[in-house]
């Protein structure tokens, strides 16, 4: 399971480092599983919820401000 980080923690990590994060987070469900294709567990967590919400609009926001990264 992901941890959400702060919008402080977030932009202190590289833009490298959070196109990780950010690819992690994508991978959670819009059902409530924790990932697409898990068992359910007593703590769910989807993008419906208002946590990942924020978390993702936060890496949004930072990544606008960040320099392109090429492969």
């Avoid at 994508?26 to 898990?38: D, L, T, V």
């Amino acid at each position: 399971m992901v941890s959400f980080l702060t919008k402080d923690q977030l932009e202190k990590l590289n833009t490298k480092r959070l196109l990780a994060y950010k690819k992690k987070l994508m991978k959670y469900s819009n059902n409530g599983c924790e990932f697409a294709g898990c068992d359910c567990s007593d703590y769910m967590m989807s993008k419906s919820r208002p946590e990942w919400n924020e978390v993702y609009n936060n890496i949004k926001t930072i990544l606008a401000t960040r320099e392109h990264v090429e492969k």
